[in-house]
């Protein structure tokens, strides 16, 4: 069985910088596109990047583009997201998500809190 | 842009559900999927594109559409089916509606 685990999250000044990460195990980690996904604190989902299996493409959602990257270690079976210059709007939970005719499995999230 | 109607539907068990989905332009790749998030829980895939179930969705549910316009019917409502949904198109870029809450009464 597929499995995500979330971790990194925490709390962080403005301006700041935190890497997420995401093991993954259960499944070939090479073959499949993998994204982030972020839920501010009670509003809905919102996609933020994803990048293909081989690392070759990526893609961010506007309000990330410049500060955010994605990264992944297909050795490791595992998927990054590197943020900057961190804003009080990027508080939120962030999912990492197997991309495979949609997101069909999911990490438990990893809460950031980014405050002063 | 997904714009998802109603914001929240409140019906009863037993009842047909109808939640909306509507792209600013056609998505003529058939990447809509749907998810089901429940309070403190990453969401569930229920459909891909556009109307394939996934792995151990009960047949309750289903997907529709075509162009600018997609639909999630939840034919009988069971009290576990309380959450909100949300549309999604994916690819390379993604989006998601902004949700529907389905209250149970």
């Known amino acids: 069985e597929a499995q995500l685990v979330d971790s990194g999250g925490g709390l962080v000044q403005p301006g700041g910088s935190l890497t997420l990460s995401c093991a993954a195990s259960?499944?070939?980690?090479?073959?499949?596109?993998m994204s982030w996904v972020r839920q501010a604190p009670g509003k809905g989902l919102e996609w933020v990047a994803t990048?293909?299996?081989?690392?070759?493409?990526?893609y961010y959602v506007d309000s990330v583009k410049g500060r955010f990257t994605i990264s992944r270690d297909n050795a490791r079976n595992s998927l990054y997201l590197q943020m900057n210059s961190l804003r009080v709007e990027d508080t939120a939970v962030y999912y990492c998500?197997?991309?495979?005719?949609?997101?069909?499995?999911w990490g438990q999230g990893t809460l950031v809190t980014v405050s002063s | 842009v997904l714009t998802q109607s109603p914001g929240t539907l409140s019906l009863s068990p037993g009842e047909r559900a109808t939640l909306s989905c509507r792209a600013s332009?056609?998505?003529?790749?058939?990447?809509v999927a749907w998810y089901q998030q429940k309070g403190g829980q990453a969401p569930r895939r229920l459909i891909f594109g556009i109307s394939s179930r996934a792995t151990g969705i009960p047949d309750r549910f289903s997907g529709s559409g075509s162009g600018t316009d997609f639909t999630l019917t939840i034919s009988r409502l069971e009290p576990e089916d309380s959450g909100v949904y949300y549309c999604q198109f994916y690819g390379s870029l993604a989006t998601f509606g902004q949700g529907t809450k389905v209250d149970l009464k």
């Open positions: 998500a197997r991309q495979y005719s949609g997101y069909d499995y």
């Open positions: 990048i293909k299996k081989d690392a070759g493409e990526k």
């Open positions: 332009e056609s998505v003529s790749s058939g990447y």
């Open positions: 259960g499944f070939t980690f090479s073959s499949h596109w």
